[in-house]
């Protein structure tokens, strides 16, 4: 039996077991010291690795792939924890990973997790499996991983594919991008909602306003009655006050939505719970819905012709001020400079391009459908994509500064 390799006492967190010997590693901690985690890891394995080096050159060679695994592995951990923080970007804690090796593929699981996040598990479960571990390992050997998980105090951007699927009716399908569980922000809400050739989704009321904006496909609006009728087209958006009921039903060739509240709250029915204020809303059941055709909007260049914007809704179109629509296309490689909206949230979807955003000192990759929520008094600016530029849908709540796009 190997003798024990031990890294400094004030970093010792976990036993990590190698063919009898006992070789004490430190946890790879994933944490998020600014709005968003950060990956910092490693560290452990190169203590042990000092240690190892008066030990048996086995053993060195064990702690040295221990070493590299961690390392090599920093960057889709990271990955893994981001779409545990698509759920709830409260989650943190311990996890360890238990590694035994076999003649042929390890055999890899998470025996403890104190995020409690099934999506962490499963990414880390693939994470390590899928490496290409250095032949030092004999069948039988294990190895124990301590990983630890900070969560930030918020979380800015979230990209949809992280984001689990709901079936919400025979072919809906809606993914909760943005809501107060990932961002901590109760403001406003932000769904994708999918609709499959001929599916529909009943006239529903809510508490909340809602922006619905038609990505792509073709389909018809519809209030409770069924005689109130509008058919869109991608690029169309429609407005709907708190108690207005809002049916959809896709055309042939089936239909995308970006869903918006504000506030939050009517997004849990997509998401298996109950839609707050539904009743309150129900009672103001004369609101109506206001629908626009994009292709009929007026463009505004802005930021010094950096971009243009379509303005969809705003207080005067929409009849209130509790929330505003618009489409802005930003051109290649063009910064939108850092500014503050002291008393609106914003939220903003990625349909095309990507960049770089910048919100509160930090900048954060984005890509197409990714969503970004910005709270109000939060500074933040824009750096699209050298080569294909941006184009996104931008929800203001309350309204107002949409106003600044206007000549």
């Known amino acids: 039996m190997g003798r024990k390799v031990r890294a400094p006492a004030h970093r010792l967190i976990g036993a990590i077991a190698v063919a009898g010997a006992a070789c004490a590693g430190t946890a790879a901690e994933h944490r998020a010291p600014g709005a968003e985690s950060r990956v910092a890891a490693g560290r452990a394995a190169a203590d042990a690795a000092d240690a190892g080096r008066g030990g048996t050159d086995r053993e ?34 311990r996890v360890v990973v238990d590694i035994v090796f076999s003649g042929g593929a390890p055999r890899v699981e998470v025996v403890r997790d104190a995020t409690h996040s099934a999506k962490l598990r499963s990414c880390l479960v693939a994470t390590f499996s899928e490496l290409p571990w250095p032949p030092v390992f004999n069948a ?25 699927e709901r079936d919400v009716a025979p072919g809906a399908v809606a993914q909760v991008v943005v809501d107060e569980r990932n961002t901590g922000n109760p403001a406003a809400s932000l769904t994708y909602l999918r609709l499959a050739p001929g599916a529909a989704l009943p006239a529903h ?52 939505f970006v869903v918006a509240y504000a506030p939050a709250g009517p997004e849990q029915r997509f998401d298996g719970g109950a839609s707050a204020g539904d009743a309150g809303a129900a009672a103001r059941g004369g609101a109506r819905w206001l629908a626009v055709t994009g292709a009929d909007l007026p463009r505004h260049p802005v930021a010094g012709g950096a971009a243009e914007v379509a303005i969809y809704f705003d207080a005067a179109r929409a009849g209130d001020g509790r929330a505003s629509l618009d489409r802005i296309s930003v051109r290649p490689g063009a910064r939108l400079p850092a500014h503050v909206h002291a008393d609106a949230t914003e939220v903003v979807y990625l349909l095309d391009g990507g960049g770089e955003v910048e919100v509160a000192g930090e900048r954060y990759p984005v890509g197409p459908h990714t969503a970004v929520q910005i709270p109000a008094g939060t500074p933040h600016a824009f750096y699209a994509d050298p080569d294909r530029g941006a184009t996104a849908v931008q929800i203001y709540t309350p309204a107002g500064p949409e106003q600044r796009f206007k000549p």
């Open 140 to 164: 039988g050997d294990r190895v124990q991983l301590p990983l630890s998980f900070v969560a930030p105090p918020a979380q800015y951007t979230v990209w949809r594919r992280d984001v689990d």
């Open 205 to 256: 009321r809510a508490a909340s306003t809602a922006l619905v904006y038609l990505v792509q496909g073709r389909a018809a609006v519809v209030d409770a009655s069924g005689r109130h009728r509008r058919f869109l087209a991608a690029g169309d958006a429609v407005y709907v006050p708190p108690g207005a009921a809002l049916g959809l039903a896709a055309e042939p060739g089936g239909a995308e």
């Open 60 to 93: 060195a060679e064990q702690v040295a792939a221990i070493e590299w695994a961690v390392r090599q592995t920093a960057a889709a951990v990271h990955l893994c924890y981001k779409r545990a923080l698509a759920d709830d970007f409260r989650r943190e804690g």
